[in-house]
C-alpha cells in the first residue's frame, strides 16, 4: 500500500522537508508516503474563495490514480485518535488500495472534491498551518504504522 499526500502549496520552509523525510524514511517500502505539491490558484484581491478552491481541485484531480481510497483532510472532518488511524490504516491494507491524503489550500478543499472522498479526517479543530500539517500528518502515519506492527516507538 502506499500513501500519497496531495497538498496544495510549493516551496515549503526546510524544516517542513526534513521534517517530512524523517518520517518518510523510517517508513517501510509496503507503507511508503510520498508528498506531492499541487501549486496553489493565484489570489487576488478580488478572486472568489470558491473559484480557487475550484482551480485547486482541477489541479487535485488531476493527480488522482482512479482506484485510491481519498481522505480529505479538513477541520471538519472526523477526529481520530492514533489508535483510530491505526486501525483505519489497517483496513486500508485490507482493501488493498492505495491512499490519496487530500490537503487544500489557504480556502480548504473544494465541496466537490471533499463529496469524492470516502472519508473526511480532522488533524485538529484548530486552523494549523499548512506547513505544519505535513509534518505532522507523516508523524501520525509513523506512529499508526508502529501500533501495527508492534513496535514501540507508541507508548
Same mark, same amino acid.
Given at each position: 500500500?502506499?500513501?500519497?499526500?496531495?497538498?496544495?502549496?510549493?516551496?515549503?520552509?526546510?524544516?517542513?522537508?526534513?521534517?517530512?523525510?524523517?518520517?518518510?524514511?523510517?517508513?517501510?517500502?509496503?507503507? +511508503? #508516503? !510520498? *508528498?506531492?505539491?499541487?501549486?496553489?490558484?493565484? @489570489?487576488?484581491?478580488?478572486?472568489? &474563495?470558491?473559484?480557487? $478552491?475550484? =482551480?485547486?481541485?482541477?489541479?487535485?484531480?488531476?493527480?488522482?490514480?482512479?482506484?485510491?481510497?481519498?481522505? +480529505? #483532510? !479538513? *477541520?471538519?472532518?472526523?477526529?481520530?485518535?492514533? @489508535?483510530?488511524?491505526?486501525?483505519? &490504516?489497517?483496513?486500508? $491494507?485490507? =482493501?488493498?488500495?492505495?491512499?490519496?491524503?487530500?490537503?487544500?489550500?489557504?480556502?480548504?478543499?473544494?465541496? +466537490? #472534491?471533499?463529496?469524492?472522498?470516502?472519508?473526511?479526517?480532522?488533524?485538529?479543530?484548530?486552523?494549523?498551518?499548512?506547513?505544519?500539517?505535513?509534518?505532522?500528518?507523516?508523524?501520525?502515519?509513523?506512529?499508526?504504522?508502529?501500533?501495527?506492527?508492534?513496535?514501540?516507538?507508541?507508548?
Amino acid at each position: 500500500m502506499k500513501l500519497r499526500l496531495l497538498a496544495v502549496g510549493t516551496r515549503m520552509p526546510g524544516w517542513v522537508e526534513e521534517g517530512v523525510a524523517t518520517y518518510r524514511k523510517r517508513l517501510p517500502r509496503d507503507f +511508503a #508516503l !510520498e *508528498v506531492e505539491e499541487i501549486a496553489p490558484a493565484r @489570489r487576488g484581491k478580488n478572486t472568489p &474563495a470558491d473559484r480557487a $478552491r475550484e =482551480q485547486e481541485a482541477r489541479r487535485i484531480g488531476e493527480r488522482l490514480k482512479g482506484d485510491e481510497h481519498l481522505v +480529505a #483532510l !479538513e *477541520v471538519t472532518g472526523k477526529p481520530w485518535t492514533t @489508535r483510530q488511524l491505526s486501525r483505519q &490504516a489497517e483496513d486500508w $491494507r485490507m =482493501q488493498g488500495r492505495d491512499v490519496a491524503l487530500l490537503v487544500g489550500g489557504p480556502d480548504g478543499l473544494d465541496p +466537490a #472534491l471533499s463529496a469524492r472522498a470516502q472519508s473526511a479526517w480532522s488533524l485538529s479543530p484548530l486552523t494549523l498551518p499548512h506547513p505544519l500539517v505535513r509534518v505532522i500528518l507523516a508523524e501520525q502515519l509513523y506512529r499508526a504504522w508502529t501500533l501495527m506492527v508492534g513496535h514501540p516507538y507508541h507508548r
